[in-house]
């Protein structure tokens, strides 16, 4: 199992363009996250999912846009990037609600210029 | 919403000492959460536990749900156990949105 994919590592953006964070899991998870964090903060949910055809808003939507229209796929997508939007982004999945173990992606650096 | 805090925020040791990192919650659980965050970024997840302990290696977790605080001991501490501990709580009792603490960064000193 390769767990959590997300793509790409890393990335810079100008003010206004947009661009699509790419997550994968291949554990048949129903949950899958996104957070970002940003420094000396702890993770904040941007948007989650908890099954196909399913999303719902987390903490910090603003700005981002998601879909999920297979099991496996969650993509992140930003529109007319900010410099607040400058962060390390993660993708997380587990089986179902928050009693289970959660597996994260290896993180996105993103930096809008 | 579940507030949560970590202690310390910082904390350094030398090479074997014995580590307890605290994690305090508000609202009441089905469980926490401890990750681990290395320095190149990646997180995973170490423990997940509603009550008791749990021990993996010279990791150790236990959790005392009446007083809403867990701790996370390292035994026999190493360099590469450098990294930041964050601990994660579901925002609502039975919950799928996590909240996180702040983390713990740890740095073992050879």
């Known amino acids: 199992n390769a767990g959590v994919t997300q793509t790409p590592k890393f990335r810079i953006l100008k003010i206004g363009q947009s661009m699509t964070l790419q997550c994968t899991q291949d554990?048949?998870?129903?949950?899958m996250y996104w957070y970002r964090q940003d420094p000396g903060m702890g993770l904040k949910l941007i948007y989650y999912s908890v099954g196909a055809g399913i999303t719902d808003k987390g903490e910090v939507p603003n700005g981002y846009n998601v879909s999920r229209s297979t099991t496996e796929d969650f993509p992140l997508r930003l529109e007319l990037a900010a410099p607040s939007q400058t962060s390390v982004y993660f993708c997380?999945?587990?089986?179902?609600?928050?009693?289970?173990?959660?597996?994260f992606g290896e993180g996105s650096w993103l930096t809008v210029v | 919403k579940n507030e949560v805090e970590q202690s310390p925020q910082n904390l350094t040791a030398q090479e074997g000492e014995f580590i307890t990192i605290n994690c305090s919650y508000s609202?009441?659980?089905?469980?926490l959460h401890w990750l681990q965050q290395h320095p190149g970024g990646g997180i995973v997840s170490l423990f997940m536990?509603?009550?008791g302990k749990k021990k993996h290696g010279r990791l150790i977790a236990t959790i005392n749900i009446q007083e809403k605080h867990s701790s996370l001991h390292i035994t026999a501490s190493h360099p590469r156990d450098s990294a930041v501990y964050i601990c994660a709580v579901p925002s609502n009792f039975g919950n799928e949105k996590l909240t996180f603490g702040t983390g713990t960064r740890l740095t073992i000193i050879p």
């Open positions: 536990l509603s009550s």
């Open positions: 554990m048949n998870h129903n949950y």
């Open positions: 997380a999945s587990s089986y179902s609600q928050g009693g289970n173990t959660i597996y």
């Open positions: 609202v009441g659980i089905s469980a």
